[in-house]
T-cell receptor, first 117, second 114 residues
């Protein structure tokens, strides 16, 4: 069982270049999330999706776009990369976004390390 | 609005001594609370979760946490630290307010001394 898979794992970009990070999950989860992790700041939510064809902004959405055309995939795009977007990006998914049983846990990918020069 | 505060950014313990990582939360609704561990250059792994069942939650690798509503706390403990416990730990809150969001604390880096 692969769980959550992120590609690529490493990438170096020049300022102004564009790229797409792909997240794929094979657990049939409805909810998917993109976070960025920076030293001393924990994980901050960029965008999330509560189902196929839906996306919503998190706390740090500027400079990023996302798409959820298929339930199993959640793409994060950088249209014009900036040095401030140098970070480690994590994708996560969950099976219970909202339930009387409480919220299900997040399942994480291994991360994608992006450097923008 | 929901929030999480991890009271210590760094904790050092000697191998074989108890571990205490502190977490306080704020939530307008009944929260779900989680502890995750991240080893260097790795993804995040779930240690344990609280979702309104038993207030004392047992997790993997001997960790446990107690949900204390009156103190809005969810501290992580382990009776005896092992060298392999050295990692970063994140406390996470989500609630039933319908936002579908998980809010992360800023993390506590645990160092285990031989």
């Amino acid at each position: 069982n692969a769980g959550v898979t992120q590609t690529p794992k490493f990438r170096v970009l020049k300022t102004g270049q564009s790229m797409t990070l792909l997240c794929a999950q094979d657990m049939n989860h409805e909810y998917m999330y993109w976070y960025r992790q920076d030293p001393g700041m924990g994980l901050r939510l960029i965008h999330y999706s509560v189902g196929e064809g839906t996306t919503a902004k998190g706390e740090v959405p500027d400079g990023y776009n996302v798409s959820r055309l298929k339930k199993q995939n959640f793409l994060l795009g950088l249209e014009s990369a900036a040095p401030s977007q140098t970070s480690v990006y994590f994708c996560a998914s969950s099976y219970l976004g909202l339930s009387v049983l409480g919220t299900g846990e997040l399942f994480f990918g291994e991360g994608s390390r992006l450097t923008v020069l | 609005a929901q929030s999480v505060t991890q009271l210590d950014s760094h904790v050092s313990v000697s191998e074989g001594t108890p571990v205490l990582l502190r977490c306080n939360y704020s939530s307008s609704y009944s929260p779900s609370l989680f502890w995750y561990v991240q080893h260097p250059n790795k993804g995040l792994q779930l240690l344990l979760k609280y979702t309104s069942a038993a207030t004392l939650v047992k997790g993997i690798n001997g960790f446990e946490a107690e949900f204390k509503k009156s103190e809005t706390s969810f501290h992580l403990t382990k009776p005896s630290a092992h060298m392999s416990d050295a990692a970063e730990y994140f406390c996470v809150v989500s609630d039933l307010s319908g936002t579908y969001k998980y809010i992360f604390g800023t993390g506590t880096r645990l160092k285990v001394l031989a």
